[in-house]
């Protein structure tokens, strides 16, 4: 079973839209973290943001929002007023202790097209 | 500045033959992993290394081979057993803090391309 998954494999909007990524991950763990990642057309992913399982208030920075929830298990990514710059593969991703001990697991991506 | 490198960008082999991927660190950090990414597709696990002289599988280990005989190296032979090794291949490190590996940094990137 996929522990990440972004069920949206690609996403096209018009210069100043809003767009939600969405994310859902699978636990059995109290405690773990979840990340945002930026993988531009040059390939290196960008780190975004990390959120431990603890931590559900909701975080705000410039264009871009989380919204975490455990009740639904999800991790939403926001772009306010989206711009071509934005254009990229998003990848969201659980790390969690146990046997598989600081492995991340990646969801499969989100493909955001911002056309002008 | 500090970060990770990776070399060479590009990388071309032929059929049969081993190749290695250099991935250079240093942020101090303790882990390190390789990715394999397919076009289209998401990150899979390579091989990944908490400490020196110390290395796990990932999902998809067989027909590659690491080592991590210095803190700051992490390299990665595509051996001729690979049966379908193009690809972009991306390094990546992190701490480890409280049992917890944090946010995972990434190189950028080798392409390989089998001819």
């Known amino acids: 079973a996929q522990k990440v998954t972004q069920a949206q494999t690609e996403i096209s909007v018009v210069e100043k839209e809003d767009v939600t990524l969405d994310c859902v991950y699978e636990?059995?763990?109290?405690?773990?973290?979840l990340f945002w990642y930026k993988q531009p057309p040059s390939g290196e992913l960008v780190f975004l943001i990390r959120?431990?399982?603890?931590?559900?208030q909701n975080e705000i920075s410039g264009r871009y929002s989380w919204n975490f929830q455990k009740s639904t298990s999800s991790f939403n990514f926001t772009i306010t007023a989206s711009q071509v710059v934005d254009s990229a593969v998003y990848f969201c991703?659980?790390?969690?202790?146990?046997?598989?001990?600081?492995?991340?697991?990646f969801g499969s991506g989100t493909k955001l097209n911002v056309k002008p | 500045d500090g970060g990770i490198t990776q070399s060479p960008k590009y990388l071309f082999r032929k059929e049969g033959q081993n190749v290695t991927l250099s991935c250079e660190q240093n942020?101090?950090?303790?882990?390190m992993y390789w990715y394999r990414q397919d076009p289209g597709q998401g990150l899979r696990l390579i091989y990944y290394?908490?400490?020196?002289?110390?290395?796990q599988k990932g999902d998809i280990a067989e027909g590659y081979s690491v080592s991590r005989e210095k803190k700051e190296s992490f390299p990665l032979t595509v051996t001729s057993a690979q049966k379908n090794p193009t690809a972009f291949y991306l390094c990546?490190?992190?701490?480890?803090?409280?049992?917890?590996?944090?946010?995972?940094?990434f190189g950028p990137g080798t392409r390989l391309t089998v001819l």
């Open positions: 942020l101090n950090h303790d882990a």
């Open positions: 991703a659980l790390s969690e202790a146990g046997y598989n001990f600081n492995k991340f697991y």
């Open positions: 636990t059995r763990d109290t405690t773990y973290y």
């Open positions: 290394s908490q400490i020196v002289n110390d290395f």
């Open positions: 990546a490190s992190s701490t480890i803090t409280g049992g917890y590996s944090t946010e995972q940094f």
């Open positions: 959120r431990n399982s603890f931590d559900e």
